[in-house]
């Protein structure tokens, strides 16, 4: 069985589908092939994964009128034709989202080839709406964001797809928690807070963490494990200097994220699907800042998910803070009933097994297309 996957553009896509890819060819024995752009992390990090890689040209897809958004499907069209050569030897094509997707789905149509879609927000996005209507089946990752999509595609909730050595935490969690205690140079014994917005960083949360540092600073119980970016780094470790008891630890980036989540007792984070798949599977309290200008407001659409779930508590960007901040941390580490609950409803939530399900939809869909 060959199987085409089609987008990517951040880690939060790329991953879900790396980990997609993994178990359709370790699980299914599955030929699998990526279209990306060559511009978005794919280009990078499917080729160092072992993957065939097919670069195409997409624009995004606007809601407002203007050159770009013009110029969005003229793009489409003409990147049918590169994806064509691609998609006519698949057996299956899975859309993961965002508009990387839009000239693949596309040409498998043509090609008379079943689809799969996998939305990972709780509001779906245009691409993936639009794409819908004529899906085989759309797989997402929130309950809420079904009713979003045209009704008469068919729905099913597999999860976000999370990478394996993520799914290793709540089972090895003391062994990381170990290696992550002598690689990140961390004091076993103090209380971890996690603090992180993306591979970029967020300047509104590392400020906030700046300014919250001075509030903890007394704290020799606690230490903060901060993910600043490469651009912020150079701030915050200057503000982690000057703390006379409190433990900060910051650096720009970390690919082995099981350590960190392996050694954190709460989560600071922005809501992206991935982090927020990534931090309930390993069973971890969060305090969730929203990204504001996420597009429809996504991101507050799946924080709202999991505070309704009991796993998380809402800080929004406008009403951030280094007091507030500062409060809801030593609030939640100071309350160790509410910590441990708040950590039991986030593995309630979460969905471990959302690769293998997302597998099966897609093994199925070929199979019921007779290919």
């Known amino acids: 069985m060959r199987v085409v996957v089609a987008g990517g553009g951040t880690a939060g896509h790329v991953f879900p589908a790396l980990a997609l890819a993994h178990t359709l060819a370790a699980e299914h024995g599955a030929d699998v ?48 034709g590169a994806c064509g050569p691609v998609v006519r030897g698949a057996d299956v094509v899975v859309g993961v989202g965002g508009y990387v997707s ?20 709780a ?35 597999t999860g976000n797809p999370v990478r394996r050595e993520i799914l290793a935490v709540p089972a090895d969690r003391d062994a990381l928690a170990s290696a992550a205690t002598n690689e990140l140079d961390l004091d076993a014994a103090r209380r971890t807070v996690l603090i992180f917005g993306g591979s970029q960083g967020a300047l509104r949360i590392d400020r906030a963490v700046s300014g ?16 600043t970016g490469a651009a912020h780094l150079a701030d915050v470790a200057a503000a982690a200097r000057r703390m006379p008891q409190l433990l900060v630890k910051a650096i720009p980036f970390l690919q082995r994220m099981e350590l960190a989540y392996a050694a954190a007792d709460v989560v ?61 941390m030593t609030a939640l580490l100071d309350d160790e009933p509410r910590l441990a609950r708040m950590g039991e409803c986030a593995s309630a939530w979460s ?16 199979r019921e297309a007779g290919r």
């Open 268 to 328: 600071v984070a922005r809501a992206g699907a991935s982090t927020i798949a990534e931090v309930t599977v390993c069973g971890l309290p969060s305090i969730l800042v929203p990204y504001p200008h996420a597009t429809a407001n996504h991101q507050e659409a799946n924080a709202r998910a999991v505070e309704r779930a009991g796993a998380s508590t809402i800080v929004p960007d406008r009403v951030l803070t280094p007091e507030l901040l500062a409060r809801r």
């Open 102 to 121: 839009v000239p693949a789905v596309l040409a498998a149509w043509r090609a008379k080839r079943p689809v799969v879609l996998h939305e990972q927000n």
């Open 33 to 80: 092939r990526f279209l990306g752009t060559a511009t978005g992390l794919e280009s990078r990090l499917v080729p160092a994964a072992g993957y065939p890689f097919t670069a195409v040209e997409a624009k995004p897809l606007e809601r407002r009128l203007s050159l770009r958004s013009l110029a969005a499907p003229v793009t489409a069209v003409r990147s049918i």
């Open 123 to 157: 509001v779906p996005g245009l691409a993936n709406r639009l794409l819908a209507r004529r899906a085989d089946v759309a797989c997402v990752s929130f309950a809420e964001s079904a009713a979003l999509l045209p009704r008469r595609t068919p729905t099913v909730v």
């Open 351 to 366: 969905r471990p097994d959302a690769t293998a399900a997302l597998a099966e939809q897609v093994v199925g869909a070929a």
């Open 212 to 227: 919250a540092m001075e509030l903890l600073r007394d704290r020799a119980d606690l230490q903060l494990l901060v993910l």
